[in-house]
């Protein structure tokens, strides 16, 4: 099995290394950084509004793209954390703890540096983790009927709910209006139609690329605009003996790695996600290192542990959406989007049916995660240059960009005015501290989730007890229900432990 995987990464390589191919990477690298300098942006939102350019691509190409976008975001949001003190990425602020007073004691060139090389690091040891264990999970997955299927789903929900440092119920509203949303339409199993209200373009229903780019694009640039962002920071320039010497440096730090490489992938695998990794990766280094007490002050372990975690969370959220066909982020859940458009599903048979496409992609992440480091080491004086545009002149090219990305789904002017509702929609919601990953995955799997329940039942006559009927599904629907009620547990625990610390 493991020579075989070998064999078919191997050929993913030939395929990986068109020159094509290679020349995406760079550009989506670049694209990415651009967008991870830009407060407020995000992976997500990049890899969102840039998705229609790669409709004339070949699917294989078109994800080697975005993916190079999503690491290049994950890079870039170290350099205005850095340089700036604004993290560029959620994901970034636990790296301006120590990143920018380095900057500002004239280390900017160490700490990103040490970013950059940790950031390769997380995410390298995240992708040696899919490519071992993706067509294990995914054999596996061959035996799930709808049953199985539809527990797999109710998991990644309740993760959502109980895991994500979100309130639980504002999570659970947010998932309720992306459940909404996916609704919309034609029941294919009864031929009905709900909640069109008689409007003919909603038949179909909404377009997920309509939705993401008002929710994500137009939503975050509304906001970033209200905020009204000034840029200031320290300048950087990274030259061949710095970067050797931070090199040298870093192997000291070989166990903080270590542990914040095995944060980063269960929260990725989990839909934690990358935000709190970096927050748990850095907790926890600064609590162990002996140098914990200069943590804040311009530490470098201080810039290592949340990069190394956020790049490795970041990258492992690609394993449940390959292998299972559920996102462990919002950038994997807009990426799964793009895979059902170009007509590939996700899951386990797509290991089965479309191994080279499978196999390219991971191939082409170990490429792009080499000419990522490579080209945000040689360029960061060119991307921190951005910052010094006026974000008001930014700002209307991206909603622009977004306009055209909307129109050139189905070449309609209808599908504009709902990404302008969609991004007043995603305003609101961020205004109010509603979060987005819940809806963006409601509104991806809810179609899947409501079929497999549905056929479910059917199967069973109708019998809720179908989803407890063997030892695999109960299990899964059992960590679903753990997972979902988890802050009632730990609530619990606490009261627990309260109880007992008190004298009798």
């Known amino acids: 099995m493991i020579a075989e995987n070998f064999t078919f990464l191997y050929h993913g390589f030939g395929i990986a290394s068109d020159p094509f191919n290679i020349l995406l990477m760079a550009i989506g690298i670049l694209l990415g950084v651009i967008i991870g300098v830009l407060p407020g942006l995000g992976g997500a939102n990049g890899v969102a509004i840039l998705l229609p350019l790669t409709f004339s691509m070949s699917p294989t190409s078109a994800i080697i793209l975005l993916t190079c976008i999503y690491w290049g975001a994950l890079f870039g949001g170290a350099i205005t954390s850095v340089l700036f003190n604004i993290p560029g990425e959620p994901w970034s602020v636990a790296t301006t703890f120590d990143g920018h007073p380095m900057a500002r004691s004239g280390r900017a060139g160490e700490a990103l540096t040490a970013a ?13 983790m899919i490519t071992l264990i993706a067509p294990l999970v995914a054999q596996f997955a061959l035996q799930f009927g709808p049953a199985e299927k539809f527990a797999v ?18 999570t659970i509203v947010s998932m309720m209006i992306g459940f909404a949303l996916a609704a ?25 690329l309509i939705a993401v780019i008002g929710l994500f694009g137009i939503g975050e640039i509304l906001l970033t605009m209200e905020e009204g962002l000034e840029f200031r920071g320290k300048a950087a320039k990274i030259d061949p003996k710095v970067v050797w010497k931070t090199w040298k440096t ?30 748990m990766a850095y907790g926890i280094a600064k609590r162990v290192s002996k140098n914990g007490k200069n943590f804040g002050n311009g530490e470098i372990e201080g810039v290592v542990a949340p990069e190394t975690a956020a790049h490795a969370a970041g990258t492992a959220a690609m394993l449940p959406m390959l292998a299972l066909g559920v996102p462990g982020s919002p950038t994997a859940a807009v990426l799964l989007g793009g895979l059902l458009i170009w007509g590939l599903q996700p899951g386990p048979m797509l ?7 499978v196999w390219g992609l991971i191939a082409s992440m170990y490429l792009g995660n080499i000419v990522g ?34 129109y050139t789904v189905n070449n309609n002017v ?15 919601l961020k205004k109010t501290n509603y979060p987005l990953a819940p809806l963006v995955l409601a509104i991806v799997l809810g179609d899947s989730a409501e079929e497999a329940f549905r056929q479910a039942l059917l199967s069973s006559g109708g019998a809720v007890s179908v989803f407890w009927s063997n030892g695999l599904v109960s299990s899964i629907m059992g960590l679903g229900l753990i997972a979902g009620l988890w802050p009632l547990i730990g609530l619990a625990f606490s009261k627990l432990r309260g109880t007992s610390a008190q004298p009798a």
């Open 116 to 128: 950059f090389t940790s950031s390769f690091v997380g995410a390298f040891f995240a992708i040696v």
């Open 153 to 170: 789903y109710f998991l990644a929900f309740a993760s959502f709910v109980g895991m994500s440092k979100e309130p639980p119920a504002k």
């Open 184 to 208: 919309v339409g034609l029941d294919m199993v009864t031929g009905q139609l709900r909640l069109t209200f008689g409007i003919t373009e909603l038949l179909n229903g909404f377009d997920f």
């Open 250 to 279: 870093l192997p000291r730090y070989w166990m903080t790695s270590l542990r914040s490489c095995i944060i980063g992938c269960w929260m990725g695998i989990t839909p934690a996600g990358a935000t709190p990794a970096s927050f």
């Open 351 to 357: 290991f089965v049916e479309q191994a080279e496409f």
């Open 373 to 406: 480091l490579i080209l945000v080491l040689t360029t960061v004086p060119l991307f921190a240059s951005i910052l010094r545009i006026p974000f008001s002149i930014i700002a209307p090219v991206i909603l622009v960009i977004c306009a055209i990305g909307a």
């Open 414 to 428: 209808f599908d504009v005015i709902m990404m302008m509702v969609f991004g007043v929609l995603g305003y609101l």
